[in-house]
C-alpha cells in the first residue's frame, strides 16, 4: 500500500513558554523549540505499522521551509521511507484551504492509496485533512483510533465519538484519513537514527513544479486573515491562582473544599 | 592380574571422565566465543588480590553469615584436600606415585592429619548446606510461579548430596587404606579423635584383614567414578560456579560507577559506524556477561536486596541471570546444531523488566560471584532505544533533554535563575557572560529549575560562600549531565550532552567542579573524560569543617533524631559513606541514629532523573517503604545528599501519612542552616 503521510513542523507545546507577540497577530517565535505535530506522528506510526502488515511505502510530506527538512527527517529515521518537502515562497501566508491545495497538487505528482493528516496541529482547525479529500474527491474519515486492512479495495476504521463511544466503518480506498492521537504509540526516534537518514536526499517541490498558480495559494489566495490574537480578558468569576505548585495547589484544593467539591 | 585390571580402570575413569568435561564445557563455552568483546585483561595484580580478598568480604554479607562461612570453610577444604585427591588419582595408576614431601615423613604425616580433618569438616559442612537447603529453607530461595518450575532446589540437592557422598567415600577409602597398612605393620599418621576418618577406622578394626582391603579397592572405584561424575555434573546446574566462580571473579568490573562502552574497542567518535545498538539477540552480550549466566549460584541475594523485586516491580535480578542462562543451555545444547540470534526481548526479557531498574547497585553490591546486573540491563535498554521500543512516558524527557538540555523543557535561559535571590555577600559568578574562576559548581537540572530543589542550590551557593570557594555555574551553557539518559540507554544523545558540557567546561578554565547532585558527580567522574577533579558537596563540607573554614552552631532542633539515607550514586557507586555522616556528626548536639539498611546496604528512594517520568507496575512505592525504615529507626529528620532522593522523600512521607511525625532535608539544606556566621 502506497501511504501518503501529511505532517507540519509545530512549536511544541510542551517545551515553550507560549506568549503573544507584540503586534498581536501571532506568538512570540524568538526563543521556540519546534518539532512535528503530535497528531501527525501518530499518523506516520500507523502508517509505517500497516506497511510492516501488508507491505508497500510510506512517503512524509510537508508543506514548510528549510527548516520543516528537519521534522521530514526524523519521520524518516522513524521508518518512512521518502520524504517530500513543498517549499516556495508563494506558499507563505497560506490559509487552510491553501495548504490543502498545495497538498492537493503533491498528490497528483505521485500515486497514492492512502492519505493520513494528524487530526489537528497546533492551530487547532482541523481543516486541511477533511479540505483535501474534498477537493481530491476522496471518502473521509476523521478523528480515526483504529485502522485495518481488508484488501486493496477496502478499509475498516474505528471512530472515537461523543462519549467515549466507538464506531466502525468501512471506507473505500483510495481515502484520507485524520488521525486522532492514542491509536498507537509511536516508537522513539533518538539521535543515532536521525543520523542515519542525515545525508539521505529529500526532493523538493514548489508552485511550478505542482502546476499551481501563485494567486492560488499563500497569502495571495488566502480567504481567511488572522486579524488578531490576543490572551482573553478574565471574566467574572475567574481567578488565577498564583504562586509555587506547592501553593497553588494548597490553594486549589482549599477552593475545593470550601464549595464542596471535596470532602 | 587384579592389579593391572585395577590400573586400567584407574586409568581408563579420568581419561573418559575428563574427555567428557572437557567435551561438555567446550560446547557450554561456545557462545562465549560468537560474543561482544570484553576488555577484562587489565589491573592483573588487583585481580589477582581480588581472588583473595573477595569471598570472605562478599560472602558472609550481614544476613548471610551461615552460607558464607560454609562456603569459605568448603574452599579451604577442597584447597587442602585437592592435593589429596590428585595423589590418590595418580595413585590409582602408578600405586607408588606420590607428590613432593607427601610420601613419608614428618610433613606427609602433618599433611594427612590435616586432610582427614578437612574432610570431616567439608562433610559436615555439606550436611549443614543439606539441611538448610530441605529444612531450612531460606525465602530467597523460592521460585515466583511466573519464572516456571523450581529446579534450583532438585539440582542444590543432588549436587550438595554427590558431594557428600564423595566425602564419605573418601573417608572410607582412607579408613580401609589406613587400617590396612596397620596390619601389615607398615607405618601410619596418627588419627586425630572424632574425626570421620577416626570414627571409620575405629569402626573398621571389627573386620579382617582382607575385608578391609576389599573396601578399600572398591571404596577406590567407586570414589574415582564419582568424582568424574561430579566433575561433569557440575556444567549442568549451579554448581558449575565451582568452575567459572574463580575466573568471574578475577575478571570482575573494576571501575565502580561506570557504564560500560557500547562496545568495548569502539572509542565514542566511532560510534556512528555501528551497525546495531545495545543487546538485541543472546550473541551481543559480551563473553563476561555470559560467564556471568553460567555462574550465577541462583543464591538470590541480589533479589533478597533489589528495590525493584521488593516493591513488586516485574524485575528480580536472579531471573535475568537464571534466564540468560536457560537459554544458554537450550540454544547451545550439548548435542545438535546452535540456534543462533533469535531476538531476546519480548521472548526471553520484557519491556517493564528491563525498564524497571533504577540502577542502584544493590544487587551487584550483593553477588558473591560479582555477576554485573547494570551494565546488562543498560546494554539492553540500548538495543530497545536504537529499535524505537521505548515508553510513552520516557520520550518526552527525552525530547526535551535534546531539544532544552533538561527533561521538563524550560528555558536555556532560566537554568541560572535561582541565583537572582541569593545574599549580597554570596554572588554565583556566570562563566557564560564571561567570569573566571577556580571552581565550578555543577548544578544539573533538578537543583537548577524544580521550584522545592533550587533551595538546595542556593544553600549549596551559600556553603561555597561560606568556605570562601571561587566559583560559579554555567548557566544557559550548561545541560542535563546525562547520568540517566546513558543508563536509559540513549547513548548518542548523553554523547551529546558530554561532549557539549566536556566543552563549556574546559571552556571555564576550572581547576575543580563540585556538585549537589549524587548523578552528576558520578557521570562527570565516571563517564566523562579529560575533566578536572569532581566532589560532591558533603566532601567539601567535611574538608572545612575540618580544617576550621566553616563552624556550625549547636543543632537547631535538639529534641529531633536525625537519620542519613545514602544516595545510590553517593554511597554505593562512589563510596562516599563517611563525609556526609562526618559532616552531620560536626553539628553539636546533633543525634544521629542509623537505619538498618545503611551504607552500601542502602535501600534505593525510587530512582532519580528520568527514573522520576517512568510509570512502573507496582505495589508499593520504594520511596515509601524507605521512609518507614526511617520512622522504624526511630528518626524523625531524615538527611539525604541528592535531590532525586529528597523528591522521593518528601512524596513518600505523604503517601505513607508520616506528616509531622518524619521531615526529609537535603544535608546542604541543613547544614547551611547551621552555618555560623
Not at chain 1, 205 to 227: E, I, P, Q, T, Y
Not at chain 2, 458 to 466: I, M, P, V
Not at chain 2, 551 to 570: G, N, Q, R
Request: glycine content about 10%; proline content about 4%.
Amino acid at each position: 500500500m502506497e501511504i501518503l503521510v501529511c505532517v507540519k513542523r509545530v512549536p511544541d507545546t510542551a517545551e515553550n513558554e507560549i506568549s503573544v507577540s507584540s503586534a498581536g497577530n501571532d506568538i512570540e517565535r524568538g526563543d521556540l523549540v519546534y518539532s512535528v505535530n503530535e497528531w501527525d506522528n501518530y499518523a506516520v506510526e500507523e502508517a509505517i505499522q500497516i506497511v510492516d502488515r501488508v507491505g508497500g511505502n510510506v512517503t512524509v510530506v510537508a508543506v514548510g521551509d528549510d527548516e520543516s527538512e528537519e521534522i521530514l527527517r526524523r519521520e524518516m529515521a522513524m521508518g518512512a521511507n521518502d520524504g517530500l518537502l513543498l517549499k516556495d515562497g508563494a506558499f507563505d501566508g497560506s490559509d487552510g484551504k491553501g495548504t490543502a491545495s498545495i497538498l492537493k497538487a503533491a498528490v497528483g505528482k505521485g500515486k497514492y492509496d492512502l492519505i493520513l493528516t494528524g487530526a489537528q496541529a497546533e492551530a487547532g482547525a482541523a481543516q486541511v485533512g477533511g479540505m483535501l479529500a474534498a477537493m481530491l474527491d476522496y471518502p473521509y474519515a476523521s478523528l480515526v483510533n483504529k485502522v485495518e486492512v481488508i484488501d486493496d479495495k477496502k478499509l475498516k476504521v474505528g471512530r472515537e465519538i461523543e462519549g467515549g463511544n466507538q464506531e466502525i466503518n468501512e471506507i473505500e480506498l483510495p481515502c484520507v484519513l485524520s488521525i486522532q492521537t492514542g491509536i498507537n504509540e509511536p516508537r522513539y526516534v533518538g539521535i543515532r537514527g536521525i543520523r542515519k537518514v542525515a545525508s539521505v536526499e529529500i526532493p523538493v517541490m514548489g508552485a511550478s513544479d505542482l502546476g499551481l498558480g501563485a494567486d492560488s495559494v499563500g497569502a495571495a489566495g488566502a480567504k481567511v486573515k488572522r486579524v488578531d490574537y490576543f490572551v482573553p480578558e478574565m471574566g467574572a468569576g475567574a481567578e488565577m491562582l498564583e504562586g509555587s505548585t506547592e501553593e497553588i495547589i494548597d490553594k486549589l484544593v482549599e477552593l475545593l473544599k470550601a464549595k464542596g467539591g471535596l470532602k | 592380574m587384579g592389579t593391572f585390571l585395577l590400573s586400567v580402570f584407574a586409568l581408563l575413569v579420568p581419561v573418559a571422565g575428563i574427555a567428557l568435561f572437557v567435551y561438555i564445557v567446550a560446547r557450554r563455552l561456545a557462545p562465549l566465543f560468537r560474543a561482544a568483546p570484553d576488555f577484562r585483561f587489565d589491573n592483573i595484580g588487583k585481580r589477582l588480590f581480588g581472588l583473595y580478598e573477595y569471598p570472605h568480604h562478599r560472602m558472609p554479607r550481614p544476613g548471610y553469615e551461615l552460607s558464607g562461612y560454609i562456603h569459605i570453610t568448603t574452599i579451604i577444604c577442597l584447597g587442602v584436600l585437592s592435593l589429596q585427591v590428585i595423589t590418590l588419582l595418580l595413585q590409582g595408576i602408578s600405586p607408588s606415585f606420590s607428590l613432593p614431601f607427601l610420601d613419608k615423613g614428618l610433613i606427609a604425616d602433618g599433611y594427612r592429619m590435616i586432610s582427614d580433618l578437612a574432610l570431616t569438616v567439608l562433610l559436615g559442612a555439606t550436611l549443614l548446606a543439606l539441611y538448610r537447603r530441605v529444612v531450612l529453607k531460606p525465602e530467597r530461595y523460592d521460585v515466583p510461579e511466573r519464572y516456571g518450575k523450581n529446579k534450583t532446589f532438585p539440582d542444590a540437592v543432588l549436587s550438595l548430596g554427590l558431594l557428600a557422598g564423595l566425602a564419605v567415600l573418601d573417608i572410607v577409602y582412607i579408613a580401609s587404606g589406613w587400617r590396612v597398612d596397620v596390619y601389615a605393620g607398615a607405618d601410619t599418621h596418627i588419627l586425630i579423635p572424632f574425626t570421620g576418618t577416626w570414627i571409620t577406622a575405629s569402626v573398621f578394626s571389627l573386620f579382617s584383614p582382607t575385608a578391609n582391603q576389599v573396601v578399600h579397592v572398591l571404596s577406590f572405584m567407586l570414589l574415582i567414578v564419582l568424582i568424574f561424575g561430579f566433575v561433569c555434573y557440575l556444567p549442568f546446574g549451579r554448581f558449575f560456579h565451582l568452575v567459572t566462580g574463580p575466573p568471574n571473579v578475577f575478571f570482575k568490573k573494576i571501575k565502580k560507577g561506570s557504564v560500560k562502552p557500547v562496545k568495548w574497542g569502539i572509542t565514542d567518535d566511532k560510534l556512528d559506524e555501528l551497525e546495531s545498538f545495545g543487546v538485541k539477540k543472546f550473541e551481543d552480550f559480551t563473553w563476561k556477561h555470559m560467564l556471568d549466566f553460567y555462574t550465577c549460584t541462583d543464591c538470590g541475594r541480589c533479589s533478597d536486596n533489589c528495590p525493584a523485586t521488593t516493591v513488586g516491580r516485574p524485575l528480580s535480578p536472579r531471573f535475568i541471570s537464571i534466564k540468560g542462562r536457560n537459554y544458554a543451555f537450550s540454544h547451545y545444547p550439548l548435542k545438535g546444531s546452535f540456534i543462533q540470534n533469535e531476538p531476546l526481548m519480548g521472548d526471553v526479557f520484557h519491556d517493564d523488566e528491563i525498564w524497571s531498574c533504577t540502577t542502584c547497585g544493590a544487587c551487584e553490591e550483593e553477588c558473591p560471584v560479582t555477576i554485573e546486573y547494570i551494565d546488562k540491563i543498560v546494554d539492553l535498554r540500548r538495543g530497545m532505544v536504537d529499535d524505537g521500543n521505548v515508553p510513552q512516558s520516557l520520550q518526552k524527557p527525552l525530547s526535551a533533554i535534546e531539544k532544552r538540555g533538561n527533561p521538563w523543557g524550560k528555558m536555556e535561559k532560566k537554568r541560572g535563575e535561582w541565583t537572582k535571590d541569593l545574599p549580597e555577600d554570596c554572588s554565583v559568578k556566570l562563566f557564560e557572560a564571561g567570569d573566571t574562576a577556580e571552581t565550578l559548581y555543577f548544578v544539573d537540572s533538578i537543583t537548577s529549575y524544580d521550584d522545592r530543589m533550587i533551595s538546595i542550590a542556593k544553600a549549596t551557593a551559600k556553603l561555597l560562600c561560606a568556605g570562601g570557594a571561587d566559583f560559579g555555574i554555567l548557566g544557559k551553557d550548561e545541560k542535563d549531565s546525562g547520568n540517566e539518559v546513558r543508563r536509559f540507554g540513549e547513548e548518542m544523545l548523553f554523547q551529546d550532552l558530554k561532549n557539549h558540557n566536556t566543552e563549556m567546561i574546559l571552556e571555564s578554565g576550572v581547576k575543580q567542579i563540585v556538585t549537589a547532585d549524587p548523578h552528576a558527580l558520578n557521570t562527570l567522574k565516571n563517564d566523562y573524560a579529560g575533566l578536572p577533579p569532581v566532589e560532591h558537596i558533603s566532601q567539601f563540607l567535611a574538608r572545612k569543617i575540618k580544617n576550621g573554614d566553616i563552624s556550625l552552631k549547636s543543632v537547631e532542633k535538639p529534641e529531633a533524631v536525625y537519620t542519613y539515607h545514602d544516595p545510590c550514586y553517593l554511597g554505593r557507586h562512589n563510596e562516599i559513606y563517611d563525609a556526609p555522616r562526618d559532616v552531620l556528626d560536626a553539628i553539636p548536639g546533633l543525634r544521629r541514629v542509623e537505619m538498618a539498611k545503611s551504607r552500601d546496604r542502602s535501600f534505593c528512594c525510587s530512582g532519580g532523573g528520568l527514573m522520576l517520568f517512568y510509570e512502573p507496575e507496582e505495589e508499593e512505592r520504594m520511596g515509601v517503604l524507605r521512609v518507614k525504615m526511617a520512622a522504624e529507626a526511630g528518626a524523625t529528620v531524615m538527611v539525604t545528599a541528592c535531590p532525586f532522593c529528597l523528591v522521593n522523600m518528601e512524596d513518600a512521607i505523604k503517601i505513607a501519612g508520616l506528616e509531622g511525625k518524619l521531615e526529609a532535608i537535603d544535608l546542604a539544606e541543613l547544614v547551611e542552616r547551621h552555618l555560623d556566621k
